[in-house]
């Protein structure tokens, strides 16, 4: 529990931080107003077309008696579109990220700047670190895609499928999302994509008590454009420290590791 309250210091700590250099507030804001609109045509596009899709992909329901045949495709129809809704909430952050890659870079070298000691950096030229961000956001989409599938059909499951999925649904949209916002600070540290998976496996609840509040905020239109510097300025503290307590791993976590955020200059 101390780590899941842990992860929403820190996520309340990035937010903090933008909010106190107005500046790279508005920095940030550009990214992720770009990608929202691409996301909302094709969500939009999504709701216009969903029937239409549930009917293509259940022709063996045309001879179906009411009302079982509506609330079968009803049904349907809504599990297309919640799955389109939770790879939005996860791919959102990696297009804006990718979209945004020089602007978040500086911002969250500036977060190491305010915070003291060394400011890393990748000493890579701008299309190499695109390529980098994108090839591993695609590899952490197939892995959200599979979770995703396998979601949609215990979707099915009565009782199971409308509770217990659905919970499963934002952990797992929380815990890639904290992934792909730690990628700004841990690529610039020069850690790989399975370092960074093995070091978050480690903090499972850490990752989760900063990832799911922030899916579930990201639920509500604009909120995603206007708390993503944040996310990725709070992302950059989590991951000082998730790297400093890796190369220390014989000293066992105090609460002071997790403790108030630091005041910020």
Do not use: N
């Not at 939009?44 to 329901?61: E, K, N, Q, R, V």
């Not at 790879?87 to 003291?116: C, M, N």
């Not at 791993?249 to 200059?265: I, K, Q, R």
């Amino acid at each position: 529990m101390r780590d899941l309250a842990g992860g929403f210091r820190y996520l309340l700590a990035g937010q903090r931080w933008v909010l106190g250099h107005g500046r790279w507030l508005g920095f940030g804001l550009l990214p992720g107003l770009v990608s929202l609109a691409l996301y909302a045509g094709a969500l939009i596009g999504l709701g216009y077309g969903a029937d239409d899709l549930t009917a293509w992909s259940t022709p063996f329901a045309d001879d179906w008696s009411a009302p079982w045949r509506g609330l079968f495709r009803g049904f349907l129809t809504a599990l297309f579109f919640g799955l389109g809704l939770f790879l939005s909430v996860i791919t959102f952050t990696a297009v804006t990220l990718l979209i945004g890659q020089p602007f978040y870079e500086s911002l969250s070298e500036q977060v190491d700047r305010s915070e003291g000691g060394e400011v890393p950096r990748s000493g890579l030229p701008l299309w190499r670190e695109l390529w980098i961000s994108a090839r591993d956001s695609v590899k952490v989409l197939g892995r959200v895609v599979l979770y995703g599938i396998g979601l949609f059909v215990l979707g099915f499951v009565p009782v199971i499928g409308q509770t217990v999925v659905p919970a499963l649904g934002f952990c797992v949209s929380g815990y890639f999302l904290t992934q792909e916002l730690t990628s700004v600070a841990l690529q610039r540290r020069k850690v790989g994509l399975p370092e960074r998976l093995v070091l978050l496996r480690s903090r499972r609840l850490l990752v989760l008590g900063f990832g799911v509040p922030l899916v579930l905020a990201f639920l509500v239109p604009l909120v995603a454009v206007f708390l993503m510097p944040g996310a990725v300025a709070g992302a950059t503290l989590m991951a000082r420290d998730l790297m400093r307590t890796d190369e220390s791993p014989a000293a066992e976590a105090t609460p002071a590791d997790f403790g108030p955020p630091p005041a910020f200059s």
